[in-house]
């Protein structure tokens, strides 16, 4: 059974601060990984993805692998109202299987 | 404007009532999935189709069907609903196919209730 796991829940920060949300997955031939934002009603949007070890940086967003430990990682740095969503992890397994496993979602709520 | 358009946006029906939801995406994607989202148990997939007439079961493909005659176009079909079915539905796709690749474009979404 492959299984992302997000922590549910809601992770408040003050405008400004650097919000961390978290994903680990058991699959060890996961080999491509997604951030997802959804905001209340909203369908998702694709917002960062990652293959490889380490970090990448797009804007105020960092997203961190390590394939070792099984997990990545969002940053958001300078987090803003706007950025109070529900945080989608998603990861794809290697070979020939197509589907995608979502993470249930992180809730972020940035406090003014 | 690149979209995916999924229609109705709201849906109550009663049980047994056969019923399609519809998606259409303009940006010639070869690869379009389903997936519901229920509290507390997030996304999880219902069916994909890598291209025209390719279709495949996702994790929850029980109750649903799917066809895939044109690119653009990937409907959800429930022959007989039932109130488990009652969900926010998400038509997605993607031009790229392969590990690489993921769901790039979402439609809005549509709410069904099986009463």
């Known amino acids: 059974q492959k299984e992302v796991e997000q922590n549910s829940g809601p992770l408040s920060v003050p405008e400004g601060a650097i919000a961390s949300l978290n994903c680990t997955y058991s699959?060890?031939?996961?080999?491509?990984f997604f951030w997802y934002r959804q905001y209340s009603g909203k369908s998702p949007e694709l917002i960062m993805f990652?293959?490889?070890?380490g970090d990448k940086e797009d804007g105020r967003f960092t997203a961190q692998l390590n394939k070792a430990s099984q997990y990545v990682s969002l940053l958001i740095r300078d987090s803003q109202p706007s950025d109070s969503a529900t945080y989608l992890c998603?990861?794809?397994?290697?070979?020939?299987?197509?589907?995608?496993?979502f993470g249930k979602g992180t809730l972020l709520t940035v406090n003014p | 404007e690149a979209q995916v358009t999924q229609n109705p946006r709201y849906l109550i029906t009663v049980t047994g009532k056969k019923l399609t939801v519809t998606c259409s995406q303009n940006?010639?994607?070869?690869?379009m999935s389903w997936y519901r989202q229920d509290p507390g148990l997030g996304l999880r997939q219902i069916y994909y189709?890598?291209?025209?007439?390719?279709?495949d079961k996702g994790d929850v493909p029980e109750g649903y069907k799917v066809s895939r005659k044109e690119k653009r176009n990937f409907p959800l079909i429930l022959e007989s609903p039932s109130p488990n079915q009652t969900s926010l539905y998400f038509c997605?796709?993607?031009?790229?196919?392969?590990?690489?690749?993921?769901?790039?474009?979402f439609g809005q979404g549509t709410r069904l209730t099986v009463v």
């Open positions: 990652i293959y490889s070890n």
């Open positions: 189709s890598m291209n025209v007439e390719v279709t």
């Open positions: 997605a796709s993607s031009l790229l196919t392969g590990i690489y690749s993921t769901e790039a474009f």
């Open positions: 699959d060890r031939g996961s080999q491509s």
């Open positions: 940006m010639n994607h070869e690869y």
């Open positions: 998603a990861v794809r397994v290697g070979g020939s299987n197509y589907k995608l496993t």
